[in-house]
């Protein structure tokens, strides 16, 4: 009796000076499910790849006409736009000179496509365009070439019914290239134009 009474007062000394406590052990379940659980990623915008939206089969085919194109030189583009030309097909001829305008444009080639562009935008009855490519031509190209520029610059004008502005550019192409090829047809729509002819 004596023992197991010093046996009861050590334990109770311990407990009072090491703090110890003798609590059952719980499952190693429920201390897992009690810490924090950690943080799902799945729908955190932040760390997934968002990737571009698949091109249309006709984007796809136009972006990739645009790469080989670019590519390709400032002459071959223009001789490509010509061939074109040739062969009617208005519609790849402009698109051409208009890349040959953005791609090279302070070459020959790109300089003279204002000319090309004036032509076929004059065939598509775009009297505005046209005239804004033979404007920048006079301003820009060979001297030797702007006869060419002069003339489309006057059947922009005669499409846009501006007969006044029409005649004067006419006369200037007289003046500035007398022995140009355009020079027979200037005269011939000068006549046209006099006060007493009454033709537009």
Do not use: C
Not at 173 to 193: F, H, K, Q, T, W
């Amino acid at each position: 009796m004596a023992l197991a009474l010093l046996m009861a007062g050590i334990t109770t000394a311990s407990v009072k000076i090491f703090g110890w406590k003798f609590w059952p052990r719980r499952p190693a379940t429920a201390r897992s499910a009690e810490r924090p659980r950690a943080r799902s990623l799945t729908n955190d915008q932040r760390l997934v790849a968002v990737s571009e939206p698949p091109l249309s089969a006709a984007a796809s085919t136009s972006a990739s006409t645009a790469i080989i194109r670019r590519n390709l030189s400032a002459s071959e583009m223009f001789a490509a736009a010509k061939v074109a030309r040739e062969r009617g097909d208005t519609a790849e001829a402009l698109r051409l000179s208009k890349q040959i305008e953005e791609f090279f444009p302070n070459s020959p080639e790109g300089i003279n496509s204002h000319v090309t562009l004036g032509m076929l935008y004059l065939a598509l009855d775009q009297g505005e365009n046209a005239l804004q490519e033979f404007a920048t031509f006079r301003r820009v190209g060979d001297p030797e070439l702007k006869a060419e520029a002069y003339f489309g610059q006057s059947q922009a004008l005669k499409k846009l019914s501006r007969y006044d502005d029409e005649r004067t550019v006419l006369e200037e192409l007289i003046a500035s290239y007398p022995r140009s090829v355009y020079v027979a047809a200037a005269r011939a729509r000068l006549s046209e134009l006099a006060p007493d002819s009454g033709a537009h």
